[in-house]
């Protein structure tokens, strides 16, 4: 068995790859040849979680083990802690562990990249991210290197630290534009760009719901039923795609407020299996992750591996 550090963990996880791999993951989902069920959630503590993710193919299966620590930041350590043990399915063999949480950066972004690519009909230039944590970093990274955007807006409550991320940013990709914006001012004051993405644990909406009807909006940050991204003013009025139904059903904190019709909420690998009918406005995208994702990007690493081997 192969252990895989962060850094590896990403080298294995090329944006080029995952965003394929997804594809293949969802249809398989859609002809139930994919077993996953939803994911468990054990309660450490009110601030903490530990969050066991299986998901069983013909060809492997995989299990995420992640613990998420809100009140990390006071030990210095991360929020998010884990690995993800992939195995021959026939066998049982161990075949890598991986680093839980480069996994889920990686995954989450490509899941954010494959439906942009499905519901945008254009090629993203420009992108509005709202946070400036681990995830933002891995969202900014994938829409470089996968669609080559290269003008970005941040915008988050910490001016210093939003600051601080936009120059980190600029060091991985100096060829960008970058400003920093404080989160108050979208309201009033927001840029006209092709894809905002949300990715925040706010208990409060960040989106604007006056976004120009040609921009996409991808709801990522909020995980829990109390977490808010999205205006319930603009989830009523826009068609809603999610990543996974199933998941969205109890942890959208954004739709489960708003009270949406779930039956009009259309999951991601029905768009990708039957196409997405363009509209005046432009849908919004909620992604809550489930582990059959995990196994997306475990099969990517695993080929990965092998060409190294080769």
Known sequence: MQILDAESTA???????????????AQQLRESKINAPERMVVEIDKASVLLCMPAIAADIGMTKLITVHANNAQYQL?????????FDAASGRRLALLHGPTVTARRTAAVSLL???????????????????????????GLVEYFGVNEFWVAARDMQKTQAFCDALLVRHPHIAIKPLDVATLATDLPHTDVLIALTTSRTAVIPANIAATTLAIGVGAFKPDMVEFPAELLHSRTVVVDCLAGAKHEAGDLLQAQVDWSKVVELPDVLAHGFTQQALLPVYKTVGQAAWDLAAARVAIASLARMKG
């Open 11 to 25: 080298a294995a996880l090329p944006y080029s790859e995952l965003v394929p791999a997804l594809v293949a993951v």
């Open 78 to 86: 991360p929020a998010i802690q884990g690995e993800v043990v992939v």
């Open 115 to 141: 439906g942009i690519e499905a519901l945008l009909p254009f090629k993203p230039k420009s992108a509005l991210l709202i946070g400036t944590g681990v995830q933002a970093i891995a969202h900014a990274d």
